[in-house]
């Protein structure tokens, strides 16, 4: 059935590509993240800001979603023919995430296909490094679109040309424009002495300003949709630690919904649904995570994290399988078990100089221009 919705996409497409690509015209997917501090919002929030000749169109998470109830009628007419024709006329794209639907089409040669992704970096290995089959074939055939993909780093520019089968000539090393919003907001912090971020979040979940909050953000494991094992490995490190100790968890949402946070402690706070991830990371005191790319738009803030990749053999040796050797390149100390990790935290036995190097290796930038950069080379080619 999804075959034939991206056949029937792309026919619909054809039709349209008749029409003249509009100059100015954006369409942004937003399939894996569509709050306010994504890349892709950023970088139509800039847009607008700069022009208003820039006309602005969206397809979102919830839209692809939607589209599974064949009782959203609106939608599916919505994603088929308004989506479609805005995918035609648009000179720019910007994607968050892959667009299986591009593997059965041919962008114009006027169009500009710029891939922004969602993580700042990886840990693990992702794309044509991981996934098999079918799915590997489509993902490299919807890639082949792909005019601009940005990055952080010249290190990472041969990694992400291979994750996703495009020359490195197509690679741009300019930042990730979400990195900017949080040099914008520590940069306030400096000027004005105050943390919004954290006063929002500490005083919409009830948290006294003087205690402390552990952000727990473990990546996603397919194990854990139906039944998450969150309790036994986070119960351990809340039950060692003193009562000033709150948690914020940010869940996969698939994870999230069948979580409950009262099955391990009033101090473990259910945060997924947060919509701006980077005001999480701006009010949280330290962050403990085993393999998320969370840890390079961490790293920005210098403050400490601690890993916790209780299940490290079995990831390596049966899951995605990671770039670099993982005990020398997590930019802070490992343990696995709960009580270790409490431990590490009450002693504050962080690696404070290895988060700051990791940092300096991660980003090429760190001036919160990414965003302009991104917008001089759309309209300088």
């Known amino acids: 059935m999804k ?12 039709i349209y590509k008749i029409l003249p690509v509009k100059k100015n015209k954006v369409l942004c997917i937003m399939t894996h993240d569509d709050g306010e501090g994504s890349n892709v919002s950023i970088v139509a929030k ?42 035609a006329s648009s000179e720019i794209v910007l994607l968050d995430n ?15 296909i710029i891939q922004l992704w969602h993580g700042t970096g990886t840990i693990k290995k992702f794309g ?26 010249t290190s990472m520019k041969h990694l992400y040309a291979q994750a996703f089968a495009v020359p490195i000539e197509r690679v741009y090393d300019i930042g990730v424009p979400k990195t900017d919003e949080l040099l914008n907001r520590i940069i306030d912090i400096k000027r004005s002495g105050i943390n919004k971020d954290r006063l929002y979040i500490f005083e919409k979940y009830n948290i006294p300003l003087e205690n402390k909050l552990i952000l727990y953000a473990p990546t ?25 100790y709150h948690f914020a968890l940010r869940l996969h949402p698939f994870v999230a919904k069948s979580y409950n946070e009262n099955d391990i402690s009033d101090k473990v706070l259910q ?6 991830l980077n005001t999480l990371l701006m009010a949280a005191d ?52 709960g009580e270790d990790i409490a431990d590490i935290i009450k002693d504050e036995n962080f690696d404070l100089y ?24 759309i309209q300088s080619q």
Do not use: C
Not at 56 to 68: A, G, P, R, W
């Open 286 to 337: 330290i962050l403990i995570t085993d393999y998320s790319s969370i840890v390079f738009d961490y790293s920005v803030t210098d403050k400490p994290m601690v890993f916790y990749p209780y299940d490290l053999e079995e990831f390596s040796d049966q899951g995605r399988g990671f770039y670099n050797y993982y005990n020398s390149y997590v930019p802070g100390p490992i343990a696995y078990t």
């Open 271 to 276: 945060m997924s649904m947060e919509r701006d």
């Open 98 to 112: 892959t667009f299986i639907p591009f593997a059965y089409l041919k962008s114009r040669n006027k169009q500009k």
């Open 3 to 14: 075959n034939l919705g991206h056949y029937l996409f792309a026919l619909i497409y054809s």
């Open 46 to 87: 800039a847009l607008k800001a700069l022009s208003n000749n820039y006309s602005i169109s969206y397809i979102t998470k919830s839209d692809v979603e939607n589209l599974k109830n064949i009782k959203q009628i609106g939608t599916i007419i919505k994603f088929f023919f308004k989506s479609t024709f805005d995918l």
């Open 220 to 244: 996603f494991r397919d194990a854990d949709i139906n039944g998450p094992e969150i309790y036994k490995w986070i119960k351990p490190i809340v039950d060692n630690l003193p009562s000033e």
């Open 128 to 153: 044509q490094d991981y996934n098999q089959g079918k799915l590997k074939k489509i993902e490299k055939k919807a890639n082949k679109n792909i005019t601009h993909l940005i990055v952080n780093s």
């Open 354 to 377: 290895k988060t700051f190097t990791f940092k300096e290796d991660s980003f090429n930038y760190l001036d919160g221009m990414a965003t302009n950069r991104l917008i001089n080379l």
